[in-house]
């Protein structure tokens, strides 16, 4: 980035900052000094942020290349560069993690009271880790922030979980690792292909690279049966992470068991890692495999599977977070079959609804540790008309249950629509069946709400609970306020979201069934978004 | 035959490092138990020696030149194997000092035989022909069975010694027979009149099977399934520093004639060991890594998971024929010889029951004792497991590299799924040092231990987070041949 003829690497900046105060914190602050560690956590949480703000403003919506780039070698032997930069997609997800970042350094001041020093550095080291991953255009630099980006998340599982955390932590590192290494041979086998060959496979006798444009253009003229090899090693690190059923099993323990913080920034970050792995590798790189009947089938089916059987298993839980957690099976399930779609529509919805999982369901995973903080339960039966004690907490939590179940107005209905209505172009089972999972997600919801909220205070442990303090309402506004503009005018969005969806449609295009005009069409009319959020979508 | 003096000057290393061995040995009667730590000063301080020697050698022009009518030679090969082997004896002298000064035995010849087993590994990385090779071979593992028993009286570390001892005269009987069959057919010993020799000939039966014995021998002295049995009794026996430095400096040595003889000698009969080293490949990664899931002492997970490593390695003897082979082989060592022997300096350094039995529930709590060791064990940790950014990855990715351009993609997919699985019995570590109470105690280390680890440390994450330099001049170790 260029700013008063200086060259500013801004990604770098944004990526190290919480690095650069995770370090500070390490060697400066003892470890009894825990309000200052606090204070300087969140001063670097929001420093990054506001270092990743003028990404939104300075980036161009139109350009159809990478941005912001930074380049550099790095492993000159092997072709590996320190290679960064972002478009549409990478921006919204690194202003999502800078956000996030904050709200969990902030919502851990009171939660967290035991060895704060390594709390809050893992936090800050986690939060380099994820945005060195969206800032990646290398796959080799990519993978290496992929892979570490596990260890923190390990400890903050492990060290300052609930009762099973030690089971929960070992168990995601373990999925998500197995997942992940087979990438890597993925990632070999491109490399290969790219320069001398391997395996009976002629090379194209290029120089040595893992830049991920160059590598996309060679990947998309892989044989059909290598790409479709290459597909299943890249799939499995993704399915994993995002989690499509059947890898969702560790989902459940490691967001139920994590702390708080953990929680948020698993549901809504580290998800977004495998979904955001499809955006930019899979499907741009192997077009042929995808549109290969038999694995676009394939994949439909898990992430139909996912939604419908992640909102049953949803409706039968008992434990709060739980619940939420499963409910993310569902709703990715949706991100998926939107990406599955391969069209405009379904495209744009699943990279918004990624964003709207993140704010929805962090912002749930954040409520339910406010209360547990009270209460230090989580189960459902324990509340019942808590409405009536904290009315502020009740409010809030209906809007981002609002949001999560897809109500018009907020931010979940324009992505649930946008993906609806990609998949209803390919096929009417496919939208059948995710309407389905629409009931079924207002269902678990509502129940839950009515559960919690509602009818008389029978526990007598509710009976004093205190509201939210305005330290708790502060990391939850700028959630609510993001819900509703997505909500009622999400243009911005989709402009930014856009060219990254072209250009997809246009590695799988020719492929896919005709596109929908309205998805087309609505990211370059306001007046037809407003209306859309007013609930009256045109044809 | 005459020496020149360009012969002595490339000797020079092997004279220096037994006259020193010698000298510390007759002085040692003048130290009583109390002023042993002068002589691991003077250990530490022959061996840095020995490397700037080596150091002068490597910039001498005209030492990749054999000499000794062909049987010694000091390529950039051998020379990246002298010094990272000298470089494991000073890390192993530095974190023997308490253990050998707390023991009641004279430390003086313990320090001597860690000398005369560093002879016999410079002799066997620049031997260039198969009889100077098995001599030196011997040499070593002579010096290193004493050192496996040096606690004469403790009656593990007797087993261990008679194991090794027994084991290793059987494995090197197994190669000296292979050796005997191909000098049989060839009529001659040097490893490049031998790859000559090949070129011309067809393969014939009695042929082969010397090369395989010859393998065989060399795969029990590198620890591959089904030749492993003998580490885990003997690493867990012998004295923590002794195990720490068998998990490296022989292992090196053991890969370096293994890769030096089948890389040169042997390579025109590739498709027909390359199988057969395969299946030991995949036995030995499933084997070791499973193994060292159900284990409960320290010792005998890490003696499983430096077999698992044994495999890992032998992917980059399979992808000999292509770029990657040779040159993983030598990244890899390098990252293991590091990351290794830094796991093995912190059981050192948690030593609670004598010198025998450590559990890993040794390791509970290690996080509020002491901080800093608990970080460099989970950096130690996480590099065995091949996670980056850390010198385990970076060698972990050539040799996967070198197995999937070798065309054993299967091979490459069950080393990552294995080295997945290598992570659990590791974080086991992990979560014993962060997640559990210990006995809450701070652990104090020596300084001369915290240096090893500190070494071993910087050198992981360094070579983890900037390759480049090490790399490019690992690449240039790469045995030529014409």
Redesign the interface.
């Known amino acids: 980035m260029q700013l008063m003829g200086l060259w500013i690497p801004i990604l770098s900046i944004v990526t190290y900052v919480p690095l650069a105060g995770a370090l500070a914190i390490v060697f400066f602050l003892p470890k009894e000094r825990t309000g200052a560690i606090r204070t300087l956590a969140t001063a670097t949480v929001i420093a990054g942020f506001l270092a990743s703000l003028p990404l939104w403003f300075l980036f161009e919506r139109g350009h159809a290349g990478y941005q912001f780039v930074e380049l550099a070698?790095?492993?000159?032997?092997?072709g590996v560069d320190y290679h960064f930069g972002i478009d549409g997609i990478s921006l919204v997800l690194i202003l999502l993690t800078t956000l996030m970042g904050i709200i969990a350094v902030v919502c851990s001041y009171t939660a967290i009271t035991e060895r704060q020093k390594?709390y809050y550095v893992l936090l800050l080291l986690l939060q380099t880790f994820m945005l060195g991953t969206f800032c990646s255009l290398d796959l080799f630099l990519f993978?290496?922030f992929w892979?570490?980006m596990?260890?923190p998340m390990?400890?903050l599982i492990?060290?300052w979980g609930s009762d099973r955390?030690?089971y929960a932590?070992?168990k995601f590192?373990?999925y998500t690792?197995?997942g992940s290494?087979?990438m890597?041979?993925g990632i070999?086998?491109l490399?290969?292909y790219n320069t001398?060959g391997?395996?009976?496979y002629k090379g194209l006798g290029n120089a040595p690279t893992f830049s991920i444009e160059k590598l996309t253009v060679v990947a998309q003229g892989l044989p059909v049966d290598l790409q479709i090899w290459l597909f299943f090693a890249f799939f499995l690190g993704f399915a994993i992470k995002v989690p499509m059923f059947p890898f969702h099993t560790w989902l459940p323990d490691a967001h139920t068991e994590a702390p708080t913080a953990g929680s948020v920034i698993l549901a809504a970050v580290l998800l977004k890692m495998g979904t955001y792995g499809f955006v930019r590798f899979s499907l741009p790189m192997f077009p042929d495999a995808i549109t290969t009947p038999w694995v676009l089938t394939l994949m439909v089916t898990l992430a139909i599977v996912g939604i419908v059987y992640g909102a049953m298993v949803t409706l039968v839980q008992k434990d709060m977070k739980r619940l939420i957690a499963y409910s993310s099976v569902s709703h990715l399930g949706f991100v998926m079959l939107g990406v599955f779609a391969l069209n405009m529509s379904g495209i744009q919805g699943g990279m918004l609804q990624m964003v709207n999982h993140g704010i929805s369901t962090g912002g749930l995973f954040l409520l339910v540790g406010m209360i547990y903080e009270r209460r230090h339960t989580r189960l459902i039966s324990e509340y019942g008309g808590i409405a009536r004690q904290m009315p502020v907490y009740a409010t809030y939590f209906l809007i981002l249950v609002l949001s999560s179940m897809g109500l018009p107005l907020l931010n979940g209905f324009i992505g649930e629509f946008a993906i609806l209505q990609g998949a209803f172009a390919r096929s009417f089972w496919w939208a059948f069946f995710a309407a389905t999972g629409i009931v079924l997600g207002a269902a678990y919801l509502l129940w839950l709400y009515q559960r919690v909220f509602f009818g008389e205070i029978t526990n007598p442990a509710n009976a004093n609970l205190p509201d939210l303090t305005p330290r708790e309402q502060l990391t939850l506004v700028p959630l609510v306020l993001l819900a509703l503009w997505i909500g009622l005018y999400p243009k911005p969005m989709f402009d930014v979201l856009r060219v990254p969806s072209e250009k997809i449609v246009e590695a799988v295009g020719g492929r896919t069934a005709t596109e929908p005009q309205l998805a087309r069409e609505r990211p370059s009319a306001p007046v037809e978004a407003s209306g859309l959020a007013e609930g009256t979508p045109r044809p | 035959m005459k020496l020149s003096a360009s012969d002595w000057l490339l000797l020079s290393p092997e004279l220096f490092l037994t006259a020193a061995g010698l000298f510390l040995l007759s002085i040692s009667v003048f130290f009583g138990k109390a002023k042993e730590e002068f002589l691991a000063f003077l250990t530490i301080l022959f061996t840095a020696v020995t490397i700037g020697i080596v150091v002068f050698i490597s910039g001498y022009h005209g030492h990749e030149k054999p000499i000794l009518g062909g049987m010694f030679v000091v390529d950039n090969f051998a020379i990246f194997f002298k010094v990272l082997m000298l470089v494991s004896i000073i890390l192993t002298t530095l974190a023997s000092v308490r253990f050998v000064g707390n023991a009641p035995y004279p430390g003086g010849e313990y320090y001597a035989l860690l000398l005369f087993t560093g002879v016999g590994m410079l002799f066997m990385v620049s031997g260039n022909n198969l009889i100077s090779i098995y001599v030196a071979l011997e040499l070593m593992a002579l010096s290193s069975y004493i050192l496996a028993g040096y606690f004469k009286g403790e009656i593990k570390s007797t087993e261990a010694a008679l194991k090794y001892f027994v084991l290793g005269a059987f494995s090197s009987g197994v190669l000296l027979y292979g050796l005997s069959l191909v000098y049989g057919i060839a009529g001659r010993m040097g490893l490049p009149e031998l790859a000559k020799l090949f070129a011309g000939v067809e393969k014939s039966n009695v042929l082969l099977v010397g090369i395989l014995l010859i393998l065989a021998g060399l795969l029990f002295k590198v620890a591959a399934v089904p030749f492993h049995v003998w580490v885990p009794d003997v690493y867990e026996g012998a004295p923590t520093p002794v195990t720490a430095f068998f998990s490296v400096g022989p292992k090196l040595a053991a890969y370096a004639i293994l890769a030096r003889i089948f890389y040169v000698a042997f390579p025109k009969f590739h498709a027909d060991w390359g199988l057969i080293v395969a299946v030991v490949a995949a036995a030995t990664m499933v084997v070791g890594n499973v193994a060292a899931l159900l284990q409960a002492n320290v010792k005998r997970m890490l003696a499983y998971s430096s077999i698992a490593h044994a495999g890992y390695a032998l992917l980059g003897v399979i992808g000999f024929r292509t770029e990657f082979g040779l040159w993983g082989i030598l990244v890899y060592l390098l990252a293991y010889t590091f990351m290794n022997f830094g796991a093995f300096a912190l059981v050192v350094l948690l030593e609670t029951k004598g010198y025998a039995a450590e559990s890993v529930s040794d390791f509970n709590g290690l996080a509020r004792r002491n901080m800093t060791a608990a970080v460099v064990m989970l950096v130690f940790l996480l590099s065995l497991a091949g996670i980056p950014p850390t010198a385990g990855f970076i060698g972990k990715y050539y040799l996967f590299t070198a197995a999937m351009k070798a065309g054993y993609a299967w091979l490459a997919v069950l080393a990552v799924l294995m080295s997945a699985v290598s992570l659990f019995y590791y974080f086991r570590i992990a979560a014993a040092m962060f997640f559990l109470e210990g006995d809450g105690t701070p652990l104090k280390s020596s300084y001369t231990l915290t240096t090893a680890v500190l070494i071993c440390a910087v050198a992981t994450v360094l070579v983890g987070i900037a390759p480049q330099p090490v790399v490019e001049a690992l690449r240039a170790c790469v045995i030529q041949t014409p």
């Open positions: 070698p790095w492993i000159p032997s092997l390594e993978y290496v892979e570490v596990l260890v390990y400890f492990g060290v955390r030690l932590a070992i590192f373990l690792l197995a290494v087979l890597l041979l070999i086998a490399y290969f001398t391997f395996l009976g």
